[in-house]
């Protein structure tokens, strides 16, 4: 008898471990469905239609009024990207995301902060990008 509660004690000690280390581990690094999109990450006045989002022209001012981790908007190679909601989804330290926030982040992007000797994000960064998307940066005047 005793042997049997092990054993049912053990499966349920494992289960529960996997459990915790699926859910846990793949929903602090995948962002919601719906995460970034223009109708969750901010009211329906500040977000541009979706149809908007590769047209609607952000100068350097509008886009340095989005400078919080709260509020967070980049431009990366010429696209402004609200990342928002994504900040607390990031795999580094929050502190890592938010100095950019408000700025022209492209050489950051390419290597992960480090200047001259990082690295580039990965192709699932890459893929993720599109849907952060709120529009062009605009030429500064």
Same mark, same amino acid.
């Given at each position: 008898?005793?042997?049997?509660?092990?054993?049912?004690?053990?499966?349920?000690?494992?289960?529960?471990?996997?459990?915790?280390?699926?859910?846990?581990?793949?929903?602090?690094?995948?962002?919601?469905?719906?995460? =970034?999109?223009? *109708? $969750? /990450? &901010?009211?329906?006045?500040?977000?541009? %239609?979706?149809?908007? !989002?590769?047209?609607?022209?952000?100068?350097?001012?509008?886009?340095?009024?989005?400078?919080?981790?709260?509020?967070?908007?980049?431009?990366?190679?010429?696209?402004?990207?609200?990342?928002?909601?994504?900040?607390?989804?990031?795999?580094?330290?929050?502190?890592?995301?938010?100095?950019?926030? =408000?700025?022209? *982040? $492209? /050489? &950051?992007?390419?290597?992960?902060?480090? %200047?001259?000797?990082? !690295?580039?994000?990965?192709?699932?960064?890459?893929?993720?990008?599109?849907?952060?998307?709120?529009?062009?940066?605009?030429?500064?005047?």
């Amino acid at each position: 008898m005793m042997r049997v509660v092990v054993l049912v004690a053990t499966a349920l000690f494992w289960l529960g471990v996997a459990s915790f280390a699926w859910h846990g581990w793949h929903d602090s690094v995948t962002p919601p469905a719906d995460a =970034g999109s223009p *109708a $969750s /990450a &901010a009211p329906a006045a500040s977000a541009p %239609a979706v149809d908007d !989002r590769s047209t609607r022209r952000i100068t350097p001012t509008e886009l340095a009024r989005h400078a919080h981790s709260h509020d967070c908007w980049l431009a990366i190679d010429g696209a402004v990207y609200d990342v928002s909601t994504y900040g607390p989804l990031h795999p580094a330290e929050p502190e890592v995301l938010s100095v950019w926030c =408000g700025r022209e *982040a $492209s /050489a &950051a992007y390419r290597t992960k902060g480090y %200047a001259g000797s990082g !690295r580039p994000h990965s192709a699932r960064a890459d893929a993720m990008l599109p849907r952060y998307r709120v529009g062009t940066l605009a030429p500064a005047n």
